[in-house]
């Protein structure tokens, strides 16, 4: 498109067609807020209530704002099915916002207050932020209370030079720490619960007994013909899959066969774990629609 | 216009705008909703297993129960964590709530009020229930608690000392408690209470994980060995439902506990649509391959 | 030295103080310290998202770039949910301390901060997660055929689990006796020997593999054999 064509003026049909879906939005939001006004004004009549009335009512009049608000935001996001508009943006700009804000003032008071604040400036936070803190008996448990938390308190700080245009290398001192500490957790973990623990499982799967106590209590053991063949399937499911990501060795072969069955079993799960995410995905819809039809609606 | 003409039916439905189709999934969800369309439920091993497992506790255990999930999963998870602290309750076992994740702790605090004291009030803080509320640290909370929970949980919720809480008295670690049960949405979660809580101590408690259908695949090997009982999403949290409405049904707003049933029937004509469309595209594909060879 | 040298030996000694912490009950303490340093660092790393956050969208509000007004919004979102919380404006007072305003409950569902969890943060999220469903049924219909017997078994695996999980399928399958030769062909019973045997066999395995993964890595990074987290630091957040 050429430049002459890119200044042209708009056709007169695509302004009026902007106006008119203005208009359109101002009359639906027009009338949105009215019908909420009228029920907002039924939530809150009658002044010469009981005080203890009224705080419910208002507490009322809250919580009809509150779900006006969600239903509002809620088609605010699903109007992106439509098209991308400048009402999603809006609510996902809201949603960034917010939910970045909370987890720092979670981060505030459950961290930063009781493990940083607290052991140096402990009478100070116990009389103003946190009452029930114990202040520490003696100045040597405050002097021990203390040291233990500059270290986190210089590492935090030097987390906050990643900001910084220069000086950001900085920050890696404590992130060395952060990966140090995960590592070291997730490695024992991995291998008892993930490895061994799993692997026992899956090997003590393969002879299933069932027991059955006649009338004079006598306890018989036979074996779960049943139980044993889904066993033994288990640790050929196991056992191929295994296989399959092993690509240190050639898939040729019996090794090739064997893989190919691995993937079979693969495929098998996948279904399986398509099929289970159809439906949460599912529930998280139909609760969200429940809400705009039951609590915001009426329906239902 | 004249390609339209000329390609049959199957071509268009292969060029169908995507509108139509998420027109066609919301339809299918909110139809059932405003019929209130409600199918019955069989319970089958996991959930059964679960409610066999709280049932067996003694009278009085020490159920620790942690709710790791947010708004975004509340829609699968809430009807599991109502049908489980009705359940505990009822047989009267004291519970202990807290939560690993940030956002968790106001449901946690709706899910209290709403749930455990509408349908026992007679329950008292401190000596009957606790709330611990939320602790930042992720794994490393649970696998502190697994040695000393009084030094991750200094006070509770409300300020009061470890120490004076009549319920904790005693309990040192997590070896103290019955029964561990997680609903969790994902990361940390049961899997986590399994590994860091359980794996050093595997025989001390018993573990009860619920979680979403999405992270289900992740707990699956750990049943019934680590994890004497599961529940899957909506399904299984449905057909625990069931089982604790029958043996154990509330006087007051019996509906609390049937949200699992009542969104099991959007799954009804959610997953004929799903099948539908896989179908449905398979055949334009195949149509699409044989005008393909005519030509 | 101050670049490499020291952040690998401060990852090597807090993965071995973990490893030790494990083994040894008179270094299990060492092992809590370090888990509540963590815990501080990680809540000022919420500090540096959020300044982050703040830097991105005011030099976009400066630099006037398309959609500054949204950055606006998300700045004025932030900065009212940041107030309201670290200030505790509306917070359910203490049962114990009534006296102390900031002893007060801002994660109670009755307080503002609870107000706006509910009804602003709670929803945004959950129809933000909601749309999925739509997207996975737009993609059943466009990307799901059945091309060669790999394919064949995932959709036939996902269409038992799909029937099987509704009244539908056991509706189906309802006629045949449960304790006829064929019975394995109800729904429920291939959806539970699907998940309990196959799905659990496969995901045990995946796990098995992802474990010896992790293990690998984590023993690389604490031997300093791994330094690519070295690469990240620099100006640039």
């Not at chain 1, 493990?115 to 520490?136: D, G, S, V, Y």
């Not at chain 2, 004291?94 to 749930?115: A, E, Q, S």
């Not at chain 2, 696998?143 to 319920?167: A, N, R, W, Y």
Request: hydrophobic letters at 50%.
């Amino acid at each position: 498109m050429s430049n002459a064509d890119a200044n042209a003026p708009r056709p007169p049909q695509q302004g009026s067609r902007r106006g008119s879906y203005r208009l359109l939005f101002i009359s639906i939001a027009a009338l949105f807020t009215s019908v909420a006004v009228m029920q907002m004004a039924s939530a809150a009549q009658d002044p010469a209530l009981d005080p203890a009335v009224a705080a419910e009512k208002w507490s009322n009049l809250w919580t009809t704002v509150g779900i006006w608000v969600a239903a509002l935001l809620t088609l605010g996001i699903f109007s992106f099915l439509y098209k991308d508009n400048p009402v999603y943006k809006v609510c996902e700009s809201i949603f960034v916002g917010a939910s970045a804000a909370y987890y720092m003032v979670n981060a505030f008071w459950t961290s930063l207050v009781p493990k940083l604040i607290a052991p140096i400036a402990p009478a100070f936070t116990k009389a103003n932020l946190l009452p029930e803190l114990t202040l520490p008996a003696s100045d040597q448990a405050y002097y021990s209370d203390l040291a233990l938390a500059v270290v986190p308190l210089i590492l935090g700080i030097m987390l906050l030079f990643r900001l910084l245009p220069k000086g950001g290398w900085i920050s890696v001192w404590p992130l060395a720490f952060v990966i140090g500490t995960t590592a070291g957790i997730r490695l024992l973990a991995a291998i008892e619960t993930d490895v061994l623990a799993q692997v026992s499982s899956a090997g003590s799967s393969v002879i299933v007994y069932n027991e059955t106590t006649d009338a004079a209590g006598v306890v018989t053991r036979t074996i779960d013909w049943a139980g044993v063949g889904k066993g033994v399937l288990s640790v050929i499911c196991v056992l191929t899959v295994l296989t399959y990501f092993f690509f240190s060795v050639e898939h040729k072969g019996a090794v090739g066969k064997t893989a190919r069955v691995g993937i079979w079993f693969l495929m098998i799960t996948f279904g399986a774990s398509f099929g289970l995410t159809v439906m949460g995905r599912i529930t998280l819809l139909s609760q969200r629609f429940e809400f705009l039809l039951k609590d915001w609606l009426g329906f239902g | 216009m004249s390609q339209d003409s000329n390609d049959g039916l199957f071509a268009r439905l292969g060029r169908i705008d995507r509108r139509w189709i998420f027109l066609a999934m919301a339809l299918a969800i909110i139809a059932p909703i405003l019929m209130r369309l409600r199918f019955e439920e069989e319970p089958q091993r996991m959930a059964q297993a679960t409610f066999d497992t709280i049932e067996a506790l003694p009278a009085g255990s020490k159920v620790l129960m942690s709710l790791d999930y947010d708004p975004s999963s509340e829609g699968e998870l809430q009807p599991m964590a109502n049908a489980l602290i009705h359940h505990c309750a009822s047989r009267g076992h004291k519970i202990v709530f807290m939560t690993l994740w940030p956002f968790g702790t106001p449901l946690l605090d709706k899910t209290v009020k709403r749930i455990l004291l509408e349908y026992h009030p007679q329950l008292k803080y401190g000596t009957d229930y606790v709330t611990l509320g939320y602790k930042p640290g992720l794994e490393g909370v649970v696998k502190l608690m697994s040695s000393d929970i009084p030094k991750q949980f200094t006070t509770d919720k409300q300020g009061t000392p470890i120490g004076e809480v009549p319920l904790l008295a005693g309990v040192k670690d997590l070896s103290g408690f019955q029964l561990v049960v997680s609903v969790s949405a994902g990361y940390p979660g049961a899997k986590e209470w399994v590994q860091f809580g359980n794996g050093p101590t595997p025989d001390a408690f018993a573990v009860i994980g619920g979680t979403t259908a999405v992270q289900a695949a992740q707990l699956l090997p750990y049943f019934p060995k680590q994890m004497e009982g599961m529940l899957l999403g909506i399904k299984g949290a449905a057909e625990y439902e069931l089982l604790v409405q029958k043996a154990y049904m509330p006087e007051r707003f019996p509906e609390r506990l049937e949200d699992g049933r009542i969104r099991m029937g959007s799954q009804v004509f959610a997953h004929m649509l799903m099948i539908a469309l896989i179908v449905l595209g398979n055949i334009v594909m195949a149509a699409g391959r044989a005008r393909g060879g005519a030509k | 030295m101050l670049q490499r040298t020291v952040p690998i030996a401060i990852l090597s000694l807090s993965g071995i103080i973990m490893i030790l912490a494990y083994f040894s009950p008179w270094t299990e303490s060492w092992g809590n310290t370090v888990i509540d340093w963590f815990n501080i660092i990680a809540g000022v790393a919420f500090i540096l998202g959020a300044g982050n956050l703040l830097r991105v969208n005011l030099e976009k509000i400066s630099s006037q770039r398309p959609g500054w007004a949204y950055a606006a919004i998300t700045i004025v979102s932030f900065m009212a949910v940041l107030v309201v919380g670290l200030f505790k404006i509306g917070a359910v007072p203490s049962d114990r301390f009534p006296d102390v305003h900031f002893a007060g409950d801002i994660d109670s569902a009755d307080s503002t901060l609870g107000w706006i969890y509910f009804y602003v943060i709670g929803p945004l999220g959950a129809t933000m997660f909601s749309l999925l469903a739509f997207y996975v049924a737009s993609a059943a219909f466009r990307a799901f055929r059945a091309k060669n017997l790999e394919s064949i078994l995932l959709l036939g695996t996902a269409f038992i689990i799909l029937l099987s999980a509704t009244a539908a399928g056991v509706w189906l399958t309802k006629p045949i006796p449960a304790d006829s030769p064929i019975a394995f062909l109800k729904f429920e019973r291939l959806r539970a020997f699907i998940t309990e045997v196959v799905q659990s066999s496969g995901m045990r395995a995946i796990g098995i593999g992802t474990a010896i993964g992790i293990a690998a890595l984590s023993i690389r990074l604490i031997l300093g054999i791994d330094r690519s987290y070295l690469s990240k630091g620099g100006g640039d957040a």
